[in-house]
């Protein structure tokens, strides 16, 4: 018996899931997007490899994010979030302070070497003078809850005489960050000069290490 119909095309396939899921394929452009910027930075991306790496069009990329650089700053505010994210589920308000301190030093150490891609992108967005993240209000109110914990942890931990006072919670996670960032953006050149791979096991283990005791030894009393 023959079909009644034409199978459907990869154009009406799109246009479906559009309509019936648009946050799916808002979550699958940034994906793929998000692919394309960390292998090729912002300048070298291309908007039709990007369409090519997703169920959507160049059209509905367009629809969602107006440009290549609008695309872009979503990226970039996606990979905020979620770090931001998982910090606040660290429950950091109900741990000793040292013990949150530790926690979230650790945490953002290998949060960093987990997701490489983060780390890339920060660096190509240091490139472009962080011009993004100045015009993005999302990133920057995001990025003070990280501050509110530090200065919190930190709070406790002077009024309780374990913390030498007179330390900006900025300075503190500037510190944790460059511990944590390092380890990750230099690991090429790491590798090519020393002959130590930063992302291999157990020399991820001592930098963890190193990198919590040193925060605690720049906080404590």
Known sequence: MGRT?????????RSTGWTQDPQGVRRNIIDAARAEFVENGLSGARVDEIAARTATSKRMIYYYFGDKEGLYRAVLEEMY????????????ASLAP?????????????YHAGNPDFVRLVMVENIHHARHLETSDKIANLNLSVLDAIR???????AEGLFRPGI???D???TISALSFYN????????????QD????????????????????????
């Open 81 to 92: 979030e979620r770090i931001r994210s998982v910090e606040r589920g660290l429950d950091l």
């Open 184 to 195: 990750v953006s230099n690991r090429a050149s790491i590798r090519q000069v020393f002959g």
């Open 98 to 110: 040292e013990e949150a301190m530790a926690r979230l030093t650790a945490f953002t150490f290998d």
């Open 168 to 170: 900006e919670p900025l």
């Open 198 to 221: 930063m992302g291999a096991e157990p020399l991820l283990s001592r930098r963890r290490t190193l990198a919590v005791e040193a925060v605690l030894r720049l906080l404590k009393a």
């Open 172 to 174: 503190v996670h500037l």
């Open 5 to 13: 119909g034409t199978a459907p095309t990869r154009a009406s396939r």
């Open 152 to 158: 919190d942890i930190y709070d406790r931990g002077v």
